[in-house]
């Protein structure tokens, strides 16, 4: 109680507040800025709202150039990979009557010659495994042998499937054996 009484009583101050409100002329009353409050509300509502629309068109803007990317682009893959596959026809076409295993599979290096350099231009290229050191960013390890020398031992020993970096993204991990 004593702590009140000591506390300086004084009827000039006020709150900030209540002192603001009472500063209002008669040009500033709420009764005359309703209208135009009201006015401005209803123009946010409304940027708001086309805001909104505009968003959700954008989305499915976007979404449609999406779909529509990933059709041209396997479009694309299929024009160059037609080539291969006539190459494929006519090979078959050719080796039918032949005994000659040879011409066979020279036939099919061909073809695979020109599968990889199709491939290597839209931006494919083969990892190279064997003899590196282990990285499971890269490699799935599926076996572990012997190392056949110390400096084998913790490396990757054989690629029982290649792996393949599309740009310099992993496309496929490399299926490896490690020497322990």
């Given at each position: 109680m004593a702590d009140e009484q000591n506390l300086p009583q004084d009827d000039n101050m006020t709150d900030p507040a209540t002192a603001a409100a009472g500063e209002m002329t008669d040009e500033?009353?709420?009764?005359?800025?309703?209208?135009?409050?009201?006015?401005?509300?209803?123009?946010?509502?409304?940027?708001?709202?086309?805001?909104?629309?505009?968003?959700?068109?954008?989305?499915?803007?976007?979404?449609?150039?999406?779909?529509?990317?990933?059709?041209?682009?396997?479009?694309?893959?299929?024009?160059?990979?037609?080539?291969?596959?006539?190459?494929?026809?006519?090979?078959?076409?050719?080796?039918?009557?032949?005994?000659?295993?040879?011409?066979?599979?020279?036939?099919?290096?061909?073809?695979?010659?020109?599968?990889?350099?199709?491939l290597e231009q839209k931006g494919l290229t083969p990892m190279n495994a064997v003899g590196t050191a282990f990285d499971p960013e890269l490699h799935e390890a599926i076996a572990q042998v012997p190392a056949p020398s110390e400096d084998l031992k913790g490396k990757v020993v054989d690629e029982v499937e290649k792996g393949y970096y599309l740009g310099d993204k992993v496309l496929r991990h490399a299926k490896v054996v490690l020497g322990q």
């Open positions: 500033t009353t709420p009764e005359t800025d309703a209208p135009a409050a009201g006015s401005e509300l209803a123009d946010l509502k409304d940027k708001y709202l086309r805001q909104a629309a505009e968003f959700e068109n954008y989305k499915r803007r976007t979404s449609k150039e999406r779909i529509d990317l990933f059709k041209s682009a396997n479009q694309e893959l299929m024009a160059v990979l037609l080539p291969v596959l006539d190459d494929f026809d006519r090979a078959r076409h050719h080796t039918q009557d032949t005994q000659d295993a040879g011409t066979v599979r020279e036939a099919v290096d061909i073809i695979q010659n020109k599968l990889i350099k199709t």
